[in-house]
């Protein structure tokens, strides 16, 4: 309330006539104010704040999981996913299988709480050796947790890392012992020893206008090769420094810029402003918001997530340019519905895909095409129930003449 006293009596007015609408977390709230709940100082126009702690007259908010990224550990049957709209980490049996009547399978064991240092969770990863479980913030928090595999509720991670703003994947290279980690708003990679704890600086970071990074979500290591793959997007920035000659001072120009989304292809040891090796692009591909990778080394196959399409793309690792996809695995019969996460078990060829729209996690066979059922389901909520995709709602607004409610997310 730091408007002059004019203003700040018509907001007043017109928060007492239409009630008040905001988002909180990835919640809609409703609530209203009473006048006799906000003290003005009359005379000489000073104001004093009051601190009003009311329930909401409802909520707008889904009750079950929003699953954004996958992990699996064949060795124990260990399968970790991360859940953003209850900032939940939960471990399932691999093996599980939702049966059709049930509401949804009990976890192993649930994560979560204010001491996690886990919320708007994007990337999962656990350790093949001690099964510890890497957790990357990708909004509300710049820290990866680190946590052992007896966590359990609010626990406190075993380390913590600081990260940049807008991580989003994350991807090891357990023989070198570094973690790539996937910086969206930056539009790098940034390399930590793996063991990175408390604000220590990264090994190197991939970051420039010639990395055609736009808008990175996905990333994976192909350890045999020496390779990393970046999932793009397609929106960007250029940045062009100061001409010769310009001010002390003068700051670099930038601009944004749409492309196709891509899978972009560097040496392991890539950095600072180093061009891709080569790129997948183009129309033929069937990206639309290409998201987590995964590889299958053993059959040189990379899976893709491809979230806006409610797909899954399957590319040889060699390819390049505008190409189709080897496979795609899509349809009504697949329960793939807006999927952000995907991991790959090679032990048991097996495909796990993390589907942000319903709740679930559903497996294949590596070689599955087309509309196929999956082996099995592990379910977080109801049988043919839709995910509200209320997700970091920024605003939000109120349509009188339908009188709807709606929310940019």
């Not at 940034?190 to 420039?208: D, I, M, Q, S, T």
């Not at 995709?389 to 009188?403: K, Q």
Request: hydrophobic share 35%.
């Amino acid at each position: 309330m730091n408007q002059g006293g004019h203003n700040w009596r018509i907001w007043l007015l017109s928060t007492i006539c239409l009630g008040l609408i905001v988002s909180l977390a990835d919640a809609i709230v409703v609530g209203s104010w009473k006048i006799s709940e906000v003290a003005y100082a009359q005379g000489g126009g000073d104001r004093e704040t009051v601190l009003i702690e009311r329930a909401p007259l409802r909520f707008i908010k889904d009750p079950y999981p929003s699953l954004s990224a996958v992990a699996v550990n064949p060795d124990n049957n260990m399968l970790v996913v991360t859940d953003e709209n209850l900032f939940q980490i939960l471990e399932f049996d691999s093996r599980s299988d939702t049966p059709a009547s049930a509401l949804f399978t009990e976890p192993r064991r649930v994560i979560s709480g204010p001491d996690t240092f886990a919320e708007m969770m994007c990337g999962v990863y656990i350790d093949p050796v001690t099964s510890e479980i890497y957790v990357v913030n990708n909004d509300t928090q710049d820290w990866l947790p680190v946590f052992s595999p007896d966590a359990r509720g609010n626990a406190t991670p075993t380390r913590v890392l600081a990260t940049p703003h807008g991580t989003f994947g994350i991807a090891m290279h357990e023989e070198r012992q570094e973690m790539f980690l996937m910086v969206q708003h930056q539009n790098a990679v940034y390399v930590y020893r793996k063991g990175a704890e408390g604000e220590e600086e990264p090994l190197r970071v991939l970051r420039g206008n010639d990395t055609q990074l736009e808008d990175p979500h996905g990333i994976a290591i192909d350890a045999s090769n020496n390779l990393v793959f970046v999932s793009n997007y397609g929106n960007g920035r250029e940045t062009v420094a100061p001409p010769p000659g310009s001010p002390a001072g003068t700051r670099p120009r930038e601009w944004g810029k749409f492309e196709s989304p891509s899978i972009t292809v560097y040496p392991l040891e890539a950095s600072e402003n180093t061009e891709p090796l080569w790129i997948i692009e183009g129309p033929q591909t069937l990206m639309n918001w290409p998201s987590h990778l995964a590889l299958h080394e053993e059959r040189q196959e990379l899976f893709l997530a491809n979230d806006a399409d409610d797909s899954v793309l399957v590319f040889r690792m060699s390819d390049k340019g505008d190409v189709a996809p080897i496979r795609v695995i899509k349809g009504p019969n697949t329960g793939i519905k807006h999927p952000p996460g995907i991991t790959v078990d090679p032990t048991n060829d097996e495909l796990y895909v993390a589907n942000m729209g319903n709740a679930s996690v559903t497996v294949y066979p590596v070689t599955a095409n087309g509309d196929v059922s999956p082996s099995r389901t592990i379910r977080s909520g109801p049988a043919d129930r839709l995910s509200l995709n209320i997700g970091n709602p920024g605003a939000v607004g109120y349509d009188t003449l339908r009188d709807q409610i709606l929310v940019p997310n």
